[in-house]
């Protein structure tokens, strides 16, 4: 008899359409895999919806808070529901930008400078020599990313703004120039890198990432052997320290201009990456022979608890 598999997607974190999206890929691929597979829009009563269901593996397709922290990950753990990606502690651990660099840190990543602190701080004044990035220590997809330019005169006063949702403490880390590179980790080995181009935008900021055309992938990224070696490296042993399982995602940043510093910095590991037409790994898959029905069917393979 197949697995039957409930694909949980949605949610109700500000990456909810993304995680729609990938949710209705994945679930699409496992049907035409031969799975038997529920959509599962999460919302608060996911403990009883499962009880009711009581699949033989989750699929999470969720992104952001709740979905990708390590709580929803706690949840089947006590339900004893095998489930995809990486487990609670990883979870948890890698959504918090701050403990997972000082983690990262530890096992010989480098990692870019940071601050942390209150964000209305940041209105009053620069904490960080222009220029730097203001980030909320634990969302994903860019929400709430501002990027202050070297030379700029007053620090972001959107920080102020009584709507500002993101919460009262920011991380504010040192710019790091440079191409912007990601690589894919699935079980223990890494994946091809690619070299992300944003078209049009500052930055690979949410519509870079989701909106077709928003970015262009160089994949293989066009990278000395050393380079892109030391980069697939990284990545493993960002996702080996991070505890993570499963399939994850290392973003990087490369200075390699003339008068550049040389250095890959390690900017963050996601263990939820995204699963949509776009997405960046399963392109990585693709490219070294793994179909996208082939990934997610592994995924599901590889679920467990205890992770």
């Known amino acids: 008899m197949a697995k039957h598999v409930a694909v949980l997607m949605g949610g109700w974190s500000s990456e ?11 679930a699409d691929a496992l049907e035409a895999r031969g799975y038997r597979v529920t959509r599962v829009d999460v919302d608060r009563t996911v403990a009883a919806v499962l009880e009711e269901l009581r699949p ?10 709740y979905g990708e922290d390590g709580t929803v990950q706690g949840i089947l753990e006590v339900m004893d529901i095998p489930y995809t990606h990486s487990g609670v502690l990883a979870s948890a651990l890698a959504m918090n930008k701050p403990k997972a660099k000082h983690v990262m840190r530890a096992a010989g990543i480098p990692v ?3 601050k942390l ?20 220590p634990a969302e ?46 699935m079980g223990d080995r890494a994946l091809d890198v690619i070299e992300v181009l944003p078209q049009g935008e500052a930055f690979y900021d949410y519509d870079a990432k989701y909106r077709p055309g928003g970015s262009k992938h160089v994949l293989p990224a066009d990278l000395s052997p050393f380079i892109y070696q030391n980069i697939q490296t990284l990545a493993l042993e960002a996702h080996r320290s991070l505890g993570c399982r499963g399939v994850s995602r290392a973003d990087f940043r490369f ?4 008068d550049g510093t040389g250095q890959i910095i390690c900017l963050e590991v996601n263990t939820q990456p995204g699963m949509t037409a776009t997405s960046l790994v399963p392109e990585m898959a693709a490219h070294a022979g793994i179909g996208f029905g082939e990934l997610v069917s592994w995924m599901v393979e590889d679920a467990s608890c205890r992770r």
């Open 16 to 26: 909810r359409p993304v995680s729609l999206n990938s949710g209705k890929a994945c």
């Open 56 to 65: 033989d593996v989750c699929f999470n397709a969720l992104h952001g808070i």
């Open 112 to 114: 870019a400078e940071h």
């Open 117 to 136: 602190v209150h964000r209305l701080e940041v209105v009053n004044g620069h904490v960080l020599e222009p220029p730097y990035v203001v980030k909320p």
């Open 140 to 185: 994903g997809s860019s929400f709430g990313v501002i990027i202050v330019a070297a030379g700029a005169a007053h620090p972001p006063q959107e920080l102020g703004r009584p709507d500002w949702r993101f919460g009262d403490t920011v991380m504010v880390e040192k710019y790091v120039p440079g191409r912007e590179l990601t690589c894919g980790v």
């Open 255 to 258: 200075d390699d201009k003339g």
